[in-house]
C-alpha cells in the first residue's frame, strides 16, 4: 500500500506522514537562540557602565563590546546559505548556537576589555546564522496557508527581543551583576540545543540535494566573494558605529574606511554576478516582491531601531529614569506586539497584505508623531498610549512584509533569502541608530542657538529668573558674585535640557512623517496569493 503523503512545507518536498514534523516542536526548538541573540543584541546597553569599572575602560572603549557583537552578525549572515550547503541547516544551527554559548559563557568571565570585546565577536558569529537558518526552516516546516503565522512567530523573537534586552539587563544587574547577563544565556541555550536535536529534522532530500551543491561549491569557492563581503560589510557596520563618535567625515579612518567599503561592496556585487558557484545569490533581488519586500523591511527596521534607541534616552536623560524604569515603561509596546502578531499572522491569508502593511505604516507614523508631544514633565502613561499604536504597527509590517518577499522565492535558494532578508533588515537598523543620533546632536545645537538669542538679560523674564535664582543661592550662604555665576549656569542648563526635548521631539516628528512616505509604495507591492500560489505545479517552485 502506498505510503501516505501530506501537503509540502512552501518551497519544501513532500513529507511521509508518518514522518512530519510537528511544526509547533519544530518552532518553539528553534525559536530559542534567536530569542537570545535578539536580546543580546540589546542587552548589554544598560551594563556597559558596569562594565567599564570592570574592566578599566574608558566610555568610547566600552562601546567595542555592542560594535564587536554588531560586526560579527552583520558578516556572517548573508554567509548562511554557503554555510547551510557545506553542513546542512541543523547542523549549522546546533553549531551557531553552540558558539554563542560558548561566547556568552566567556563574555561573563572576561576580566580585561580585549577579552571582552574578542568574546563579545565570538558570541555574534555565532548568534549572526540564527535568525536567517530559523527563517528557513519555519518555512520549509509550515504548510503554504500558515506561511503568515510562521512569520508572526518569527517576528515575535525578532521584534521582542531588541524591546526585551534593556528591560531584562537592568533588572539582572539591579539584583546581581553584569556577568549574569551572559549566563543567563546558558542553561536556556542548552535547553534549546536538546530541543533543536529532538525534533527538527531534514528529510533526506533535502539532505542529499545539499550534499550535491555542497560538492559542486567545494570545487568553485568563492573566496573573492566571501573576503569582499565580509570587509565591506564589517567596514559599512564599523562606520555606522563609530562614525558619530568620531564626527563622520571629519575622521579620516572614517572617510578611508567609507570609500573602502564603497569599493569593496560593488566588486563584490560585480564578483557574484559572474562567480559560477557564488558565495551569496544576489540575484534573488532579479523578484520584484522580494526585492520589494526586502527594502521596505529594511525602512521598517531603520524605523524600529530608531525610536527604541532614542526613546530610552529621552527617559533616561531627560525624565530621570533608571534603566530598569526606561525598560518597564516600554514594556506595554511588548505586550500588544505579543499579541497583535500572531492575530496579523492569521489574518494574512484573508485580507489584502497591502491594507495590512498600510495599517502598519499608518500607525506607526502617528504612534511616532505622538512622541513629539513629549516634554519634561511627561511621565511613563504620556508614553504609554504612542509605544501601543507603534507596537501594533510594527505587527502589521514584519509579517506581511517579510512572508511576501519569500513568497515566489524556490526552495532551493530560501536559506540565501532568508540571510539576505535579515541582513537588510539588521543594516537597516544600525544606519536607523546612525543618522538620528547624528540627528540629535544637529538639532540639539539648532535648538541652543535658537533659544539663547532669547535670553538676553535685559528682557524681564530673564532679569526675574537669574534674580530669583541667585537670592536663592545667597540664602544657602553663597557670595554675590558666586550667586549670580550659579544663577547663570542654572539658566543655561534649562536652556540645554529644554534643547534637547526639542531636538527629540523634533526626530520623533521626523520620523513619523518620513515614514508616511512609504504609503504609495506599499499599493505597488506584488503580493503573494495563496490559491494562486497552490495553483502552480511542484516543479516550479523548485526551478531556478
Known amino acids: 500500500m502506498a505510503e501516505a503523503v501530506i501537503s509540502a512545507p512552501f518551497g519544501g518536498l513532500p513529507v511521509a506522514q508518518d514522518q512530519a514534523p510537528n511544526k509547533w516542536l519544530v518552532t518553539v526548538s528553534v525559536s530559542f537562540g534567536t530569542l537570545m541573540g535578539a536580546i543580546d543584541g540589546s542587552i548589554v546597553n544598560v551594563a556597559l557602565d558596569h562594565m567599564r569599572g570592570s574592566v578599566g575602560a574608558t566610555l568610547q572603549e566600552i562601546t567595542w563590546v555592542v ?3 554588531a560586526l560579527a552578525n552583520v558578516v556572517v549572515m548573508p554567509l548562511t546559505a554557503f554555510l547551510s550547503r557545506l553542513f546542512g541547516q541543523k547542523r549549522v544551527y546546533m553549531t551557531c548556537l553552540g558558539i554563542f554559548l560558548a561566547g556568552s559563557a566567556l563574555c561573563g568571565m572576561a576580566h580585561t576589555l580585549p577579552e571582552l ?16 537558518t530559523e527563517q528557513s526552516i519555519l518555512r520549509r516546516t509550515w504548510p503554504l496557508e500558515e506561511q503568515g503565522m510562521a512569520m508572526a512567530l518569527f517576528g515575535l523573537a525578532v521584534m521582542i527581543g531588541p524591546a526585551l534586552g534593556p528591560t531584562l539587563g537592568g533588572y539582572i544587574i539591579d539584583r546581581y551583576s553584569w556577568p549574569w547577563i551572559f549566563y543567563i544565556n546558558i542553561p536556556i541555550g542548552l535547553f534549546g540545543l536538546s530541543m533543536v536535536w529532538a525534533f527538527v529534522h531534514e528529510p533526506k532530500e533535502e539532505t542529499q540535494r545539499l550534499k550535491t551543491e555542497a560538492a559542486l561549491q567545494r570545487k568553485n569557492m568563492d573566496w573573492w566573494g566571501i573576503g569582499l563581503l565580509s570587509t565591506g560589510l564589517a567596514g559599512l557596520e564599523y562606520v555606522l558605529e563609530q562614525g558619530q563618535q568620531d564626527n563622520w567625515f571629519d575622521s579620516r579612518l572614517i572617510t578611508g574606511l567609507t570609500i573602502f567599503v564603497v569599493f569593496a561592496l560593488v566588486a ?7 562567480a559560477k558557484v557564488p558565495a551569496v545569490n544576489i540575484r534573488l533581488f532579479k523578484e520584484p516582491s522580494f526585492l520589494s519586500g526586502t527594502v521596505i523591511g529594511g525602512l521598517q527596521f531603520l524605523m524600529l531601531m530608531a525610536n527604541m534607541f532614542l526613546l530610552p534616552v529621552f527617559m533616561q536623560d531627560m525624565l530621570g529614569f533608571t534603566a530598569f524604569q526606561s525598560g518597564m515603561a516600554l514594556m506595554p509596546r511588548v505586550f500588544i506586539m505579543s499579541i497583535t502578531t500572531p492575530l496579523v499572522g492569521w489574518l494574512f491569508n484573508r485580507v489584502d497584505a497591502r491594507y495590512i502593511i498600510a495599517t502598519g505604516v499608518v500607525l506607526v507614523s502617528l504612534g511616532s508623531i505622538q512622541m513629539a508631544h513629549l516634554n519634561l514633565d511627561s511621565s511613563s502613561h504620556d508614553i504609554i498610549f504612542a509605544i501601543l499604536v507603534q507596537g501594533a504597527g510594527f505587527s502589521c509590517l514584519f509579517v506581511p512584509l517579510t512572508t511576501t518577499a519569500l513568497a515566489r522565492i524556490p526552495r532551493k535558494h530560501m536559506t540565501d533569502a532568508t540571510g539576505l532578508n535579515s541582513l537588510i533588515r539588521l543594516v537597516g537598523g544600525a544606519v536607523g541608530i546612525a543618522i538620528f543620533a547624528t540627528l540629535l546632536g544637529n538639532y540639539s545645537n539648532d535648538a541652543q542657538t535658537a533659544l539663547v538669542a532669547h535670553l538676553s538679560p535685559t528682557r524681564p523674564a530673564v532679569a526675574q529668573r537669574l534674580s530669583l535664582v541667585q537670592h536663592g543661592l545667597m540664602a544657602k550662604g553663597f557670595d554675590p558674585a558666586s550667586a549670580h555665576a550659579g544663577a547663570i549656569q542654572s539658566l543655561y542648563g534649562t536652556v540645554m535640557r529644554q534643547a534637547m526635548v526639542l531636538s527629540f521631539d523634533r526626530i520623533f516628528l ?11 509604495v506599499v499599493f505597488f507591492l506584488k503580493t503573494i496569493n495563496v490559491r494562486e500560489l497552490r495553483k502552480r505545479p511542484k516543479a516550479h517552485l523548485e526551478m531556478e
Open 67 to 69: 560594535t564587536g557583537f
Open 117 to 132: 570585546v574578542a568574546f563579545r565577536f565570538l558570541q555574534g558569529l555565532g548568534a549572526g546564522a540564527l535568525q536567517p
Open 268 to 274: 563584490f556585487v560585480i564578483r557574484e554576478l559572474y
Open 510 to 520: 521626523f520620523v513619523g512623517v518620513l515614514f508616511l512616505s512609504v504609503l504609495p
